[in-house]
């Protein structure tokens, strides 16, 4: 924050962070391109971290769980009934928990980086990484709707049952825009522009107090207070929301295999 600070100061007026500052340079630049940069190795640690908990979690299982076996148990039953069971439907959802657990685990410990000093950077603030899961997401509920009802899932997915034909050639065009088109942007975007946007906020607030500090007027330096209140407050808010915006990935996802597996029935 010290080198987002000191230009403002130089110049007597606060400058504040840009997104520019979240493109933190390459650990391991090559060609023409990025290279290897903090946010790979961000994500290549946390599946290093969410395969190592749940092996050491279920390695030693006992009838009487301990304490981290019960921590992995409680995780595992949250996803698997409380978002696959009662969105997808007690027949058909345990062959999608695998998906959906990875999922939510995923983006959870990647959206939680941003909220630990030192790393303070969540992955899912650049938009590539929202862009694969979604599109993953929209080939898997896809794929899971041809399965089900076969090349007639297009027709399901696009034409409601029930809407008189004359409205037709209005409400088709509305159905695929939204469902084949907005959906995964949107999906995707959601998870970005939240990430994205709390980062920011953190970012300009500690550059704020740093230069609120760094002033000579006393009544500036006791500002500094009142801003490093409201960054408190928003930084237990964006934690809030990072675990939020798992969880909302994991559910909308859920929705969307739900609808394409009874396509038929809505």
Do not use: C
């Not at 504040?16 to 391109?33: F, K, M, Q, R, S």
Request: glycine share 8%.
């Amino acid at each position: 924050m010290i080198a987002l600070a000191l230009p403002a100061q130089d110049s007597g007026t606060f400058t504040p962070p840009g997104i520019e500052e979240l493109h933190l340079p390459a650990i391991i630049p090559w060609g023409a391109a990025d290279g290897f940069s903090k946010q790979m190795l961000l994500v290549i640690l946390s599946v290093v971290i969410i395969g190592t908990f749940f092996v050491i979690a279920a390695r030693k299982q006992q009838l009487v769980p301990g304490k981290l076996q019960f921590a992995g148990e409680a995780a595992y039953s949250f996803v698997r009934n409380s978002i696959a069971k009662d969105i997808i439907g007690g027949r058909d959802f345990m062959k999608y928990v695998p998906l959906l657990f990875t999922l939510f685990f995923f983006i959870l410990v990647n959206n939680i980086y941003g909220a630990i000093p030192l790393i303070q950077l969540p992955t899912f603030s650049h938009v590539g990484g929202a862009y694969v899961l979604a599109a993953i997401v929209y080939v898997t509920w896809i794929a899971v709707g041809v399965r089900k009802s076969g090349v007639r899932y297009f027709k399901l997915a696009t034409v409601p049952s029930g809407v008189p034909f004359y409205i037709l050639p209005i409400v088709v065009p509305i159905e695929i825009i939204s469902n084949f088109l907005v959906r995964p942007v949107t999906h995707s975007l959601r998870l970005f522009a939240t990430m994205l946007a709390g980062h920011l906020i953190i970012m300009i607030s500690g550059a704020g107090i740093e230069y609120l500090v760094m002033q000579e007027n006393v009544l500036l330096k006791g500002a500094s207070v009142l801003v490093l209140g409201g960054a408190i407050a928003m930084y237990m808010l964006e934690a809030l929301i990072m675990v939020l915006q798992a969880y909302v990935f994991t559910l909308l996802t859920a929705i969307y295999i739900e609808g394409a597996l009874h396509a038929d029935s809505h």
